[in-house]
């Protein structure tokens, strides 16, 4: 077997063990979990909200993220690779105020050494704040969440 196609066939099994890994990190959410994924100088980014830099930064936004959302969880509905890059087709779900809400989201994830070094997520922002707009018992956690009320973490 030539080199490429041995480093092809290492990097495939790299991503499908990524895609695992994240798929159970979302079915059962754990800041732990959740971190163990990233490496030290970790890229998350998505709609209306600031560049998450490295792991500690990460931790503290996951562990904001469950405290609003205590009954979020992920899954995964498909994952291809190629190359170092992996795109994740996934939808959340979570009590928004008092209702039940489902946010589709395809994650562009760049892998190294079998942690994410690079996360962007696309999704339906406007959808997202148009629901969250219209449910007013959603109002104080998202506003804590996002820091512009009293007891939200610091980010």
């Not at 219209?134 to 512009?148: E, F, I």
Request: glycine share 6%.
């Amino acid at each position: 077997m030539s080199h490429e196609m041995s480093e092809t066939r290492s990097r495939s099994d790299e991503a499908a063990e990524l895609a695992s890994r994240f798929t159970a990190a979302w079915a059962n959410p754990d800041v732990d979990r959740f971190v163990s994924l990233l490496a030290d100088d970790v890229r998350l980014m998505q709609p209306v909200t600031p560049v998450v830099v490295g792991r500690a930064a990460a931790r503290r936004e996951f562990a904001r993220l469950l405290q609003w959302l205590p009954d979020l969880h992920g899954i995964v509905d498909a994952w291809s690779a190629t190359g170092n890059t992996l795109l994740i087709a996934w939808r959340l779900r979570f009590t928004l105020g008092r209702g039940p809400y489902e946010l589709r989201i395809v994650d562009r994830i760049v892998f190294r050494d079998g942690v994410i070094a690079e996360r962007e997520a696309y999704f339906d922002s406007l959808r997202f704040l148009l629901t969250t707009l219209s449910r007013p018992s959603a109002w104080p956690g998202y506003l804590r969440y996002r820091g512009y009320l009293p007891g939200a973490a610091s980010r």
